[in-house]
Antibody, heavy 119, light 110 residues
Framework: QVQLQQSGPGLVKPSQTLSLTCAISGDSVSSNSAAWSWIRQSPSRGLEFLGRTYYRSKWYNDYALSVKSRITINPDTSKNQFSLQLNSVTPEDTAVYYC?????????WGQGTLVTVSS | EIVLMQSPGTLSLSPGERATLSCRASQSISNNLLGWYQQKPGQAPRLLIYEVSSRATGIPDRFSGSGSGTDFTLTISRLEPEDSAVYYCQYHVNPPPTWTFGQGTKVEIK
């Protein structure tokens, strides 16, 4: 059974970088059949896919157009985890952030992290 | 980009009744990569249905999905108190790789 455990700060100042990590158990971040995503949820934007990373003989990333200029998702094979970095955050980036596993749909989710952007 | 519109906004029913939730797409979804999720307060979404009508692991058979083209439905055949939640539809298309969620339907059990 695949499980995802999120970690990272719940408060980020405007213009700074939001950083979260998702540790994977029961699967490998570098599996040739898996994909690992970040999704956020806010009252104003609902559920919003942000991006994903996956390995198919080399690493690939897909990012949502809405955050493409500010987002980086990186795998860490040594710790079997992946991370989210979102630069230049504003209060509109305040949301619950989830990591998730899956391809066209997401059967596996982390517990969620409420990230508030405020000075 | 395809927009998913869910209706009704809220559904209030009694235990044992049948719930019918609608998800309408702004354009036809031809690849059948549409799923449904259940989310309870303070929890992450839980996948119920994938590829329109396949139940995810461990999902009771009172949950079923159907539809094609632009109109999709999640049916809960006999409501139980623990089915009180918000339900979301979601689709995927590639290229370009896109994942889109509906705005949700809240199911209340009387």
């Amino acid at each position: 059974q695949v499980q995802l455990q999120q970690s990272g700060p719940g408060l980020v100042k405007p213009s700074q970088t939001l950083s979260l990590t998702c540790a994977i158990s029961g699967d490998s971040v570098s599996s040739n059949s898996a994909a690992w995503s970040w999704i956020r949820q806010s009252p104003s934007r609902g559920l919003e896919f942000l991006g994903r990373t996956y390995y198919r003989s080399k690493w690939y990333n897909d990012y949502a157009l809405s955050v493409k200029s500010r987002i980086t998702i990186n795998p860490d094979t040594s710790k079997n985890q992946f991370s989210l970095q979102l630069n230049s955050v504003t209060p509109e980036d305040t949301a619950v952030y989830y990591c998730a596993g899956g391809h066209s749909t997401f059967p596996t989710w982390g517990q969620g992290t409420l990230v508030t952007v405020s000075s | 980009e395809i927009v998913l519109m869910q209706s009704p906004g809220t559904l209030s029913l009694s235990p044992g009744e049948r719930a019918t939730l609608s998800c309408r797409a702004s354009q036809s979804i031809s690849n059948n990569l549409l799923g449904w999720y259940q989310q309870k307060p303070g929890q992450a979404p839980r996948l119920l249905i994938y590829e329109v009508s396949s139940r995810a692991t461990g999902i009771p058979d009172r949950f079923s999905g159907s539809g094609s083209g632009t109109d999709f439905t999640l049916t809960i055949s006999r409501l139980e108190p623990e089915d009180s939640a918000v339900y979301y539809c979601q689709y995927h298309v590639n290229p370009p790789p896109t994942w889109t969620f509906g705005q949700g339907t809240k199911v209340e059990i009387k």
